[in-house]
């Protein structure tokens, strides 16, 4: 437990690194950007976390703004005052990435025969970006062509431009997923999707967790560095099923206080029906180690304290797709 221990501190500390040399800032059409004295002296951004109640999704909204349901499909963000500003957030099925360029254009070209690309920077690593001006207003439509694809469509001012708020808001979005718990209810749960750069899968990591590479061919999961973790290894077609068996048993039996190892085959979900598992008490709480050879074959070894916190694990698990 101690070795896990320095190595979930590790990873943090390598994890919290990496957040801050990626951090992103929207640069607006026309706006001048202030100086770092001016910036070191801005109060923190008071945000306000609102869920929508006509899509599944959450975004944290600045003062005197509001989320409304403008129609099925369609949210818009509005300030009090300022109503000829606005934007609106159309939330896009999987598999509609592929068509965004495409729809960006076509929309953009119908709001103005002058629209073209939007040089800018915004707070989106992957995203189609067009600027149409109207007469003394600006118009952008932003395709995020993500693994959670959506359309933002921003109307501001020329001079009196909005974009900067409008994508500090945006940059917040959500998507929440219905989850079934162990006793069969329906919850709302925030996530967002982790790409490995080590292993060719991803999945939806649930707000509060995190993700990151800790050697090659391993992926972790976990929550702090003193509680409950979940180590994702993909298996390759053509492996030796009986030796990956026999590894998890002995695993398991090496780590458990009393070299007792259960052998149970799992019956819940989807990817994970039909597993065979591994499991034992530890010193501090139990190990599991599921083998799954249907959909994506994988080794998950998950450690915890507590048996109510292996059931976030799992439902990461039911998100884990291999993209070769």
Same mark, same amino acid.
């Given at each position: 437990?101690k ?8 990873i *943090?500390?390598?994890? &919290? ?15 001048? *950007? ?8 801005q ?10 109640t ?7 909204l600045l003062?005197k703004f ?5 129609e099925?499909?369609k ?7 300022e109503q000829?500003?606005?934007m609106?957030?159309e939330?896009l099925p999987k598999?509609?990435k ?9 929309r953009?070209t ?10 800018g920077?915004?707070?989106f ?12 207003? *600006?118009?952008?439509i932003?395709? *995020?062509?993500?693994?959670?694809? +959506? ?13 900067e708020?409008? +994508?500090?808001?945006?940059k917040?979005?959500k998507? &929440? ?10 919850t709302?749960?925030?996530?967002y ?5 080590n ?5 939806n990591?649930?707000?509060g967790y ?8 391993? #992926? ?15 298996i390759?077609e053509?492996?030796d ?17 009393d ?10 979900? $989807?990817?994970?029906n039909?597993?065979?598992v591994y499991?034992s008490?530890?010193?501090?709480g ?9 959909g ?19 439902? +990461?698990?039911? $998100?884990?797709?291999?993209? #070769?």
């Open positions: 437990m070795q896990r221990s320095k190595l979930f501190i590790s *943090v500390a390598a994890f &919290t690194l990496l957040s801050a040399c990626n951090e992103q800032t929207t640069a607006p059409a026309k706006q001048p *950007v202030a100086n770092k004295e001016q910036q070191k002296k109060a923190p951004l008071e945000l306000t976390p609102v869920e929508s006509n899509q599944p999704f959450t975004i944290s003062p509001s989320l409304e349901a403008e099925p499909g949210d818009v963000v509005m300030h009090e005052s000829e500003q606005w609106r957030i939330l598999e509609a592929d068509q965004i360029e495409t729809y960006a254009k076509e953009a119908a709001v103005s025969e002058q629209a073209t690309p939007f040089e920077t915004l707070p690593e992957d995203a189609i970006v067009y600027e149409a001006p109207v007469d003394d207003s *600006v118009v952008y932003i395709g *995020v062509t993500g693994d959670a694809p +959506m359309f933002l469509t921003v109307f501001t001012k020329k001079e009196d431009n909005w974009l708020p409008f +994508m500090t808001m945006a917040t979005i998507r &929440t997923a219905t989850i079934e718990n162990e006793t069969g209810e329906q709302s749960e925030s996530f999707t982790y790409k490995s750069s292993q060719p899968f991803q999945a990591i649930l707000d995190q993700a990151e590479a800790i050697e090659p061919g391993k #992926d972790m999961i976990f929550l702090d560095e003193e509680k409950s973790s979940m180590t994702v290894e993909l390759d053509g492996a099923w009986s030796l990956i068996a026999e590894q998890a048993e002995q695993y398991v039996k090496a780590s458990s206080k070299g007792t190892v259960e052998k149970i085959t799992w019956t819940k979900g $989807t990817r994970l039909g597993a065979d499991k008490a530890i010193a501090d139990e190990v599991y180690v599921f083998v799954v050879k249907n994506t074959p994988m080794r998950l070894t998950i450690f915890v304290q507590q048996t109510n916190e292996l059931d976030p694990f799992l439902q +990461m698990a039911e $998100t884990i797709d291999r993209i #070769d």
